[in-house]
């Protein structure tokens, strides 16, 4: 039985697949309890959408989690930050946006164009629990689930149509199941066949909005937008795009793919296949946008697991090491096997709570190990750390709880691999073998520039 049909037999609910769907561009309404509703007509879905994915993200999650929390709060401007002027505004309410004010803002700037906001200083830990029941609720939609931040995933629901009904059926399914899970939080929902235009049709339909763009109009769909929802085209591409006279998404779809390549270099094929919808990427369970990884070519294949957990274990420390030098703490853990004939091989999982600790990362990937059905040989093994979040909010929650001890294990042996080398503490039951990884090639890295 593979994954899905593991899935489908545990969540064993099916439904009656509806074989066709009429709505129209439109956008209608937008109070909490009818969600905004956009999507095109399509017949023959089964054979027009070749995968079904969904973007889900939170409607001013830290904002919308104060609201609930605090009844007082409910219809009126809201800005999450320091009450003090210095810092930035973390998220503004819905209710303050029309002033103008938003993530990253100045918050004196923020006070001075919505002066009668209240200012509610962030609780991490709250948002942290609320994103698990939120993450926990996607999971019940679909095992294909990557988180890229605490409020926003993208699902694989691919062949889910048995158990959930259409495209839209299966937006509304999410939005109610957000709603009751959290006690009344909305997501906006997008979906498509490709992560790019589910991601921008989330982004469309904001707030508490429900988009869907069947893959055969998602071209004609884009075409009319601005640039600015190209992903990857910051301000300043923005700019550079409308001064070669590419105002729209279809604009840059009719250029010619030579030209843009040859006035913005890569990005212009990049920004070519986005336009015309074309996005191969797989919603691959990965945890978020930052990694860090450490990864071995062994010296000789192996199949032996004992050995593996070695490589698991070396890859562990780096990890960890350079999450606590870092300033990091990761959501997700992945595991990394490359097959002795070039099959590469992931394995990720979610964690409960958030860590930089050695030990953790170790034991997530041994259990994950267990997972993977391929038996070896194999002549790469890596980990790495997803979805980091910063460790400042962290250190606000008691987190640390058992691990506390060994946390400070941990930072003491850092301190001597800082000064002795990365090779001077071995645990015990690493030094009965020497591990072969030793003369191998070693590779850890870093997925995302900003993450220095
Ligand atoms: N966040 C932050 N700093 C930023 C951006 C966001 O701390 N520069 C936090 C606060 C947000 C949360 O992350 O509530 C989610 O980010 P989103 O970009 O999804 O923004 P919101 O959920 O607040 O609003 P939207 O409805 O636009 O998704
Ligand atoms: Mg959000």
Not at 154 to 177: V, W, Y
Not at 298 to 322: F, V, W
């Amino acid at each position: 039985m593979n994954r899905k049909q593991q899935y489908l037999a545990k969540h064993g609910r099916v439904r009656q697949s509806a074989t066709s769907y009429l709505s129209l561009i439109l956008k209608a309404g937008g109070d909490k309890s009818s969600p905004n509703v956009c999507g095109t007509m399509s017949t023959k879905q089964d054979s027009l959408w070749p995968r079904t994915i969904a973007h889900a993200d939170m409607d001013a999650f830290y904002a919308a989690v104060e609201q609930l929390d605090d009844p007082s709060l409910r219809g009126k401007p809201v800005l999450v930050g320091p009450r003090s002027n210095r810092g930035v505004v973390l998220t503004a309410s819905y209710e303050a946006r029309p002033y103008r004010v938003g993530s990253a803002m100045p918050m004196a700037k923020a006070r001075r164009l919505c002066p009668e906001a209240a200012i509610v200083p962030p609780r991490f830990d709250r948002y942290q629990e609320v994103s698990r029941t939120v993450m926990d609720v996607f999971a019940t939609f679909s095992p294909e689930v990557e988180a890229l931040s605490l409020d926003e995933a993208f699902l694989d629901m691919t062949g889910s149509e048995q158990l959930f009904g259409e495209p839209k059926a299966i937006g509304r399914q999410l939005k109610r199941a957000v709603y009751e899970a959290t006690g009344g939080l909305t997501a906006t929902v997008g979906l498509s066949s490709t992560k790019y235009v589910a991601k921008v049709a989330s982004a469309y339909g904001k707030p508490n909005g429900l988009t869907v763009v069947p893959p055969k109009q998602a071209k004609a769909w884009l075409a009319a937008l601005s640039v600015r929802w190209l992903w990857g085209a910051g301000p300043k591409m923005q700019r550079r795009l409308h001064d070669l006279g590419l105002r729209t998404i279809g604009d840059v779809a009719k250029a010619d793919p030579k030209f843009l390549y040859k006035e913005l270099g890569k990005a212009g094929p990049h920004f070519h296949a986005l336009a015309h919808a074309e996005d191969p990427r797989a919603v691959t369970g990965h945890q978020g946008g930052k990694s860090i990884g450490s990864e071995h070519t062994l010296s000789t294949d192996t199949a032996d697991t004992a050995e593996i957990k070695r490589h698991l274990r070396r890859s562990a420390e780096t990890i960890g090491r350079r999450l606590r030098k870092k300033g990091y703490f990761a959501l997700g853990v992945g595991v990394k096997l490359k097959t002795a004939d070039f099959q590469l091989l992931t394995r990720q999982r979610r964690l409960t709570e958030p860590t930089d600790v050695t030990e953790k990362i170790y034991s997530v990937g041994v259990e994950l190990l267990k997972v993977f059905d391929h038996q070896g040989p194999f002549r790469l093994v890596g980990m790495a750390a997803h979805a980091l979040v910063r460790s400042e909010e962290q250190t606000q929650l008691n987190l640390f709880g058992g691990s506390a001890r060994q946390r400070r294990l941990e930072a003491a042996i850092d301190d001597l691999s800082e000064r002795y080398g990365a090779n001077i503490v071995h645990r015990g039951n690493d030094l009965a073998r020497p591990s072969r990884a030793r003369l191998a090639a070693t590779l850890d890295f870093l997925d995302d520039d900003s993450v220095d």
